[in-house]
Structures are given as C-alpha cells and as structure tokens.
C-alpha cells in the first residue's frame, strides 16, 4: 500500500516558539492531505484539509494563523505550529487519501509535540 | 452529519477469549467504513475496510467486521485474542474522498 512519512515524531519546544512538522507521500503523489489532532485518550479530530497548490481549509474553531499548513508539492504537506504554548502539547497525525481514484486513507506515524 | 459511535471505552478480555468491539454510524447513504487500531503514541494500522458487496469483511489479524445497514452498525469481531491486540481501536467512516470521522475509540485491554 502506499506510504505516508510523518517527521520528526517527536519534539520538544520552548513557549513561544515554532515547530514544523513535515509529511510526506513516498511512493505516490497526494493531491489532498488531512491532518489531524488527538489529545491524550482522545479520538482523532480532523484541523484541516490541505489541497496542493492551494490554501487549506480548516475545521471550525482551528486558528488558521496558529497552524500554519503548507501543500506546495504533490509530496509534501506541512503543518507549523506558531508561537506555541503548553496547550498545543498533542499528538498531531497526517493522513493521505491513497494514489488514483484511492478512497483509502494512510497514515503518517504521527508527531508527539510537547510544548515546556 | 456524519458521526461514529462507539459505545464502549473500554473493555477487559482474557487471552483466548472472543472479542465483539460495537460502532454505530450515522450517516445520509452507504458510507465507507473502516476499523483502525493504534499501539500508544503510534500512528494508525487500518486493520479492515468496508465499501460494498459482502457485508462480512476480513482484515489483518485474524479480525473481521460486519456491515448491518438495518442497525447502523460495523462491529469488530476476533474468536480468540491476544495479548498483543491489547491497543486502541477507532472505527471511522466517509464518503469517498472525504475526510475520515472517527468514533471515541474502545481501548481494549487483555488479561492473562
């Protein structure tokens, strides 16, 4: 199946800082990547859609200026988590819908952000 | 709108024992439906998925699903666990190229 690389899958950042996290399609090219956040325990919440070559579309109630999402490749999709804080502590998660006409979506491993 | 219920937060089996993870959907027509399971802090393995045609789907790991349209429901089925399963299982479901909708997630634990 196709293979969707979540990096790095952790990282530790000080307050008020930012963190990139990068995904991608390795074996195919993915027009439409999601991503997605879980809180401790929680289920997945979907943030955003992210459309190459376009701007994303987030959920209701995510800041689009906090987290950031950049599509500029058929490869590549990023998320940066601006000035963050403790609160955006979470286990952020990518997803591709697979190559083709594919209605089955992969998952990166996921990024544990811990925000001191 | 779409949803996903999961009833159950968590359930204890014994090893060896049968397993029955419940999820309810709601949803306008025939949704795709999937079964996931997540080892802590790891990413999503999709363990089995449901479009069409036999409502009765087999997966990895000796897991299967069954589509009942009557009951709204895609309930995850093992005969016989393993320590190993112990995991957390998220049932979702979409339209095509939509966005997955997950349910809560049954964490399920399994005792000796």
């Known amino acids: 199946g196709a293979v969707v690389s979540q990096h790095p899958s952790w990282v530790i950042c000080k307050s008020g800082t930012s963190v990139k996290i990068e995904c991608r399609s390795l074996?195919?090219?993915?027009?439409?990547m999601f991503w997605y956040r879980q809180f401790p325990k929680q289920s997945l919440m979907l943030m955003a859609t992210?459309?190459?070559?376009?701007?994303?579309?987030?959920e209701q109630g995510v800041e689009k200026d906090k987290f950031l999402i950049n599509h500029a490749s058929l490869t590549l999709s990023t998320l940066t988590v601006t000035s963050a804080h403790p609160e955006d502590s979470s286990f952020y998660i990518c997803?591709?819908?697979?190559?083709?006409?594919?209605?089955?979506?992969?998952f990166g491993q996921g990024t544990r952000l811990t925000v001191v | 709108a779409q949803s996903v219920t999961q009833p159950d937060i968590h359930i204890t089996v014994s090893e060896g024992a049968s397993l029955e993870l419940r999820c309810n959907y709601s949803?306008?027509?025939?949704?795709?439906l999937f079964w996931y399971v997540q080892s802590p802090g790891q990413g999503l393995q999709l363990l089995l998925k449901?479009?069409?045609?036999?409502?009765l789907v087999q997966g990895i790991k000796g897991f299967e699903a069954e589509f009942k349209r009557s009951q709204s429901s895609f309930n995850l089925r093992k005969p016989s666990v393993h320590w190993s399963d112990a995991a957390e299982y998220f049932c979702?479901?979409?339209?095509?190229?939509?966005?997955?909708?997950f349910g809560k997630g049954t964490r399920l634990s399994v005792i000796a």
């Open positions: 997803s591709s819908l697979g190559p083709g006409l594919s209605t089955e979506a992969f």
């Open positions: 074996d195919f090219q993915a027009t439409t």
């Open positions: 992210s459309n190459e070559g376009s701007k994303a579309t987030y």
């Open positions: 949803y306008g027509a025939t949704p795709y």
């Open positions: 449901y479009f069409s045609g036999d409502t």
């Open positions: 979702a479901l979409n339209s095509g190229n939509t966005p997955l909708v």
